[in-house]
């Protein structure tokens, strides 16, 4: 499948698809790219993009360099785990010998199936990557569409839920440079991460790689750290077996520090008297690189992440290196 | 516009004033705003808010609020209105939206807080304002914020030899960059706020200029009774970062700091007629000596809440401009060698003189 080409018809099957899933301001971002008129609702966004490949502004190369940007990164759980052992060139030779190698550099797939599915592999001398594709029906109450009917003397009350369709992305990134590997899962509740684990340890296992099953990294010392930096925590708590220290900002821009009277209680807490913590991180694009102010929340004895707004991969891999670093002792 | 429009108008911007020079609440919705003021107007008071930030006075966003009865947080900014992180509710599933709430920030600069800090006295004195100060600042933080006091001994003579200066401040460096690192370990803050008073000054001075300790950084500084020259360069070590700001507390009456140029090397009367440099907060007192900052009734004036050193110490620098500020026009120069020859040479002679009975001093009351 590398390199597959799609007819117009499947690459506006595919915008479609996107323009549901992804949100609207990246969607924004891909039709002021192709110098297409914006619109207001996901109708015309779908109308003017499917334009926009008509006139040849949008070819599926660059619809693909787009998805690889922004699906499955944002909008999700992040888990950080130890790399696997095996060095680049041998991963290589494995994966091109595997059952799979067909999936190495494969074009993006429209299809999203009910179960969780290996699409495309992407290695090279840097860094790993694994995509899985899950497609879920799900439906969201809809109460616009509620009625009341009278049939007779029996009244009917119809309560509506419209159908959503959700595109859920699972990855596995890994950078040999770093010290860590990530399974990044969409939101999706549908998705069991006991699963995702089990799908990315069996293609490991078939690359060849040792070190199975990956360990969770602890990222409490990031937490830790990132109670005494600036702009650093929007909430955070700390647990010990006999009890729990919990501080927030209800500000909307701006954490902890710039609330003083909270301030000076989290400054009073001896944070490393608290085995566990977690807290809502703070990222602002000006002082830290991302391409918008985020807010990551981080459960650290589970090496969890979960970010509440849909970002760009760069925003995901900028913020896992800053954690790195917070981790550290 | 009514007279009691505009005095109602009047009061809320002396209230978002207060508020910027504090670097205290300064971030909040029309609604959060009534309520804290007490007023019931909420629209007007958002056509306010809408109208200073035309000016340029402040800057408008728009949070959003989660939807579910039961929650209603804020939620933060870096966080897409379809989820609340807090509840965990999926607004798009659940068929609700979040509330947009128009929100208001005056200024991104806010408070900071006394996290530690190192005294260092004058000569010939005991410094028992020390203990107070330290015990005084203890009781007013309600938090910890350790105080080191930084003691010399009791210098007299030894004052009037530059080389003394030079090995003072070394050991002077050195207890510094060990407390710096005992604070970094402690998880505190690598600059330490400085107080320095009159001799004290020379000594911390002398540390900025130096390069062996060119690694060690300091938060807010504050002299009083300076004898440093008012011509030193703190433009540089401001510009650096060795120094985040200088408070320089001039004693209009201080007797002692005029004479210090013609006695100790290198000294000069920046405790008298303030500093030079334009970025140096300069404040002076009219009623006070050399010595008064440090009066009981004193002290706890100029550190407690909204004092001045407090106010230095804790508020946003931009808008603080304490009463008794001042900029020193006119340069400066020191006087000529000719000039301080003979009040050198006398120096040196008493050094000579007595300088052996005030080593043999130290020995049994350093």
Known sequence: ?329 | MTTSEDSLEERWARELSCRVELGENIEFSAALLARQLGESDVVRLEAFLTKIVGWGSAIGFTAFICPVESCRRTLPNGVDPVACPYCKTNFVEADAKAIPEQYFRLTPVISRDIRWMVVIHGMNSRAPWQETFSWEIANQLKYSAPVLIYKYGWATVEVLLAPVHRRMARKLGERFRTAIEAARSMGRPDRPDVVAHSFGTRLFSLVLEDPGFADLKFGRVITAGSIIRPNFDWDRHLVEKRVEAVLNHVAAKDGSVPFAQWCIPGSGPGGKVGYTSREVINVRDDAFGHSSFFRPENLSGLIRKNGLWHSFLTRPLGPFRPEGCFVKEDSWKPPSLWLVAVPRTLGFLVFVGVGIFSWLRRFVDP
């Open chain 1, 1 to 329: 499948m590398p390199n597959e080409v799609l007819s117009t018809a499947q690459l506006k099957e595919l915008v479609k698809q996107v323009v549901v899933a992804q949100g609207n301001n990246f969607i924004k971002d891909l039709l002021r790219a192709t110098d297409s008129k914006i619109g207001a609702t996901k109708q015309d966004f779908v109308q003017n993009l499917d334009g926009a490949i008509d006139e040849g502004r949008l070819t599926q190369a660059r619809l693909e360099a787009w998805l690889a940007e922004v699906e499955g990164w944002g909008d999700q759980y992040v888990y950080v785990l130890s790399p696997p052992a095996i060095d680049a060139a041998g991963l290589t030779r494995a994966i091109n010998a595997s059952p799979v190698a067909h999936l190495n550099d494969a074009a993006v797939s429209p299809e999203f199936t009910e179960d969780l599915e290996l699409k495309q592999i992407a290695v090279d001398g840097q860094h790993l990557s694994m995509v899985w594709h899950q497609g879920k029906e799900a439906w969201n109450r809809w109460s616009r569409k509620d009625n009341e009917e009278e049939e007779g003397v029996e009244r009917y009350r119809y309560v509506a839920y419209r159908q959503r369709l959700d595109r859920s992305v699972v990855r596995f990134e890994w950078r040999f440079d770093d010290e860590y590997c990530l399974v990044l899962i969409h939101r999706n509740p549908e998705i069991k991460h006991h699963d995702v684990f089990e799908a990315v340890e069996e293609m490991l296992a078939r690359f060849g790689c040792g070190d199975l099953p990956l360990r969770l990294v602890p990222l409490t010392q990031a937490i830790r750290t990132s109670a005494q930096r600036v702009n650093g925590v929007q909430s955070t708590r700390f647990e010990q077996d006999a009890g729990y220290v919990e501080v927030g900002s209800n500000l909307p821009g701006m954490g902890i520090e710039a609330v003083g009277p909270v301030r000076v209680v989290l400054q009073a807490v001896d944070t490393n008297q608290f085995a566990r913590a977690q807290g809502m991180l703070n990222f602002v694009s000006l002082e830290h690189g991302t391409s918008r102010d985020l807010s990551v929340e981080v459960f650290g004895p589970e090496a969890k992440l979960r970010i509440w707004a849909q970002c760009k991969r760069e925003d995901v891999l900028v913020i896992l290196r800053l954690i790195w670093g917070y981790n550290a002792p």
